[in-house]
């Protein structure tokens, strides 16, 4: 079997906060065997990312084997370094490796997770993950999760999308964006709280004392991507898990993040982290140095699959695995996208048998969805 083409298409498929420069960037590898493989790049600058992967990627990797998915990795790897890894090229290459694997299961009529090894569970907990909390008030936040709740869903993560440009703009907001969700949840429902690169080393203790003792889950990326040494500060002085690594794109990063950052969590991020291939790698450097994992995926399309594919494999995976549908468009939208979606239904999701990811495209409505470039 051998790869023909490789296409990237943005799409735009509902309406829930997607715009124009941020919107689903679908990759399609098909092979001269007629099986297709689908993945699915993070829609941020998706204008950049579509000639890399078309003309860039492409090209390196066409005749090459789809399974042979470390091969054509290291491929792209080795040829486009000097484009990455701080963004570019492993997002890039994760959504074709994702499509590989798709491939890849397809050909064998196994999903991903059996080609990983297996599934240590097939029933996976995922967490309702909101967002935007520097520009929504208390009582907007709390409708969305309050909509999560009337979904069925237990556990629950707000995000302030801070970033560090943004360094302790407002922490009095955000503790009441805190309150106002953890007074209407119960005890027994988990509330965690992604800070989002947002704050300093002495902010982000002072919020993390505070939000430990009403009840937080865990504190997600107190500090911007890079202060290694200071995140190892807060790590230490919480009693609350602290996570980080989202922004992480390497094998080599999550080994500084661990050895220096020492985070309680790890959170790789399939998109960002180089797909299955890349993200197999962190999972078992996670297990060396016994981290637990909680991937970072705020997407209800194909990189959700995949991430939970392979999540499902690991033994120690048993935190919930993030779902959010605010980057792609409507839950009813994304699910339209495709023959069988993989919809939670009451806080879990449960892994399907079918080849690949699970995922099939409806290619009419894929065609309607196409993004007029």
Not at 6 to 26: E, H, Q, R
Not at 172 to 181: E, G, N, Q
Not at 281 to 305: D, Q, R, W
Request: charged fraction near 20%; glycine fraction near 10%.
């Amino acid at each position: 079997m051998k790869i023909t083409s490789i296409t990237a298409t943005p799409i735009k498929i509902g309406s829930d906060n997607v715009s124009s420069s941020s919107v689903p960037l679908l990759v399609r590898v098909q092979t001269d065997e007629g099986i297709e493989g689908v993945g699915e790049c993070s829609g941020r600058f998706w204008r950049v990312l579509k000639p890399y992967i078309e003309d860039i990627a492409a090209p390196l990797i066409i005749g090459m084997d789809p399974r042979d998915t470390q091969s054509v990795w290291d491929a792209v790897w080795t040829e486009t370094k000097s484009l990455g890894p701080g963004g570019l090229q492993s997002t890039g290459m994760g959504a074709i490796d994702v499509a590989l694997w798709d491939i890849a299961g397809k050909a064998a009529g196994l999903p991903i997770s059996r080609l990983l090894g297996g599934a240590a569970r097939t029933r996976i907990p995922v967490y309702w993950s909101s967002g935007l909390g520097w520009r929504r008030t208390p009582d907007q936040m709390l409708d969305r999760v309050k909509e999560g709740w009337d979904l069925g869903y237990r556990a629950f993560k707000i995000r302030m999308d801070w970033y560090n440009n943004r360094l302790d703009a407002d922490p009095a907001k955000d503790m009441k964006l805190f309150d106002a969700c953890r007074n209407f949840l119960p005890d027994d429902a988990a509330l965690s709280f992604d800070a989002n690169n947002g704050y300093t080393v002495s902010t982000a203790i002072q919020q993390g004392r505070y939000m430990e003792q009403q009840g937080l889950a865990h504190f997600e990326e107190p500090l911007p991507q890079y202060d290694y040494l200071g995140l190892k500060q807060v790590v230490e002085a919480l009693n609350v898990p602290v996570s980080s690594g989202e922004n992480e794109r390497s094998l080599y990063n999550f080994r500084d993040l661990i050895l220096i950052g020492d985070p309680d969590i790890v959170q790789p991020d399939i998109a960002m982290a180089g797909g299955i291939t890349g993200l197999r790698k962190v999972f078992t450097l996670c297990e060396a140095y016994n981290k637990p994992m909680m991937p970072h995926c705020p997407s209800a399309g194909i990189s959700s699959a995949a991430s939970l594919n392979i999540y499902a494999t690991y033994q120690h995976a048993v935190r919930p695995h993030e779902y959010s549908y605010e980057f792609s468009g409507s839950l009813d939208a994304v699910a339209g996208l495709f023959e069988e979606p993989i919809i939670p239904e009451n806080g879990y999701v449960d892994l399907p048998d079918r080849p690949g990811h699970g995922l099939v495209l409806v290619e009419d409505v894929f065609e309607a969805a196409k993004l007029d470039i």
